[in-house]
T-cell receptor, first 114, second 110 residues
Framework: EAGVAQSPRYKIIEKRQSVAFWCNPI?????LYWYQQILGQGPKLLIQ????????DSQLPKDRFSAERLKGVDSTLKIQPAKLEDSAVYLC????????????FGQGTRLTVV | EDQVTQSPEALRLQEGESSSLNCSYT??????LFWYRQDPGKGPEFLFT???AGEEKEKERLKATLTKKESFLHITAPKPEDSATYLC???????????FGRGTSLIVHP
């Protein structure tokens, strides 16, 4: 079974630039998550989708971050404009359903803002 | 505010030296406590979900237990390939947001 795919693996941008990350979840998984993991910390949930609807985005900095899930499958996370403190690994995860079900994570995109 | 604290931050063991990692939490209405393993440069890998005090789950050399205030991840006779960061997360009733701890970095020396 193919896992969660993310691209790119690494990205270096200057502050105030824009960046986008892409995620393809496991086939058939209705729930998709985007997490931010700063070095030395646990992952922090940014947004959760159920199919193509947003379940929770209360921790998403909406002045600069946006996310969409096209047709309930792939998803993109965008940062515009980026700040130095956005340097982190952005992880995408998916699960069959939300709630307490097991989530499978992708390898993440490591973003460095200089 | 929900809090999840993991200890120790880092742990070095000799191969075969059993030990335990701790995850303490102060949340209301626990709906699930999750353990993940994370290798460098990779996303977390799911290990266990525990739902109620007294529950235990095992997988190979790992055993997770849960009380009303904390969870332990016991590692029996660890091997170097068990070296990783172990993360715990909790989910509470009424919230879809899982709260992760900072993790315990485990190194097992041969």
């Amino acid at each position: 079974e193919a896992g969660v795919a993310q691209s790119p693996r690494y990205k270096i941008i200057e502050k105030r630039q824009s960046v986008a990350f892409w995620c393809n979840p496991i086939s058939g998984h209705a729930t998709l998550y985007w997490y931010q993991q700063i070095l030395g910390q646990g992952p922090k949930l940014l947004i959760q989708f159920q199919n193509n609807g947003v379940v929770d985005d209360s921790q998403l900095p909406k002045d600069r971050f946006s996310a969409e899930r096209l047709k309930g499958v792939d998803s993109t996370l965008k940062i515009q404009p980026a700040k130095l403190e956005d340097s982190a690994v952005y992880l995408c995860a998916s699960s069959l359903a939300g709630g307490d079900t097991e989530a499978f994570f992708g390898q993440g995109t490591r973003l460095t803002v200089v | 505010e929900d809090q999840v604290t993991q200890s120790p931050e880092a742990l070095r063991l000799q191969e075969g030296e059993s030990s335990s990692l701790n995850c303490s939490y102060t949340v209301s209405g626990l709906r699930g406590l999750f353990w993940y393993r994370q290798d460098p440069g990779k996303g977390p890998e799911f290990l266990f979900t525990l739902y109620s005090a007294g529950e235990e789950k095992e997988k190979e050399r790992l055993k997770a237990t849960l009380t009303k205030k904390e969870s332990f991840l016991h590692i029996t006779a660890p091997k170097p390939e068990d070296s990783a960061t172990y993360l715990c997360a909790v989910r509470t009733g009424g919230s879809y947001i899982p709260t992760f701890g900072r993790g315990t970095s485990l190194i097992v020396h041969p």
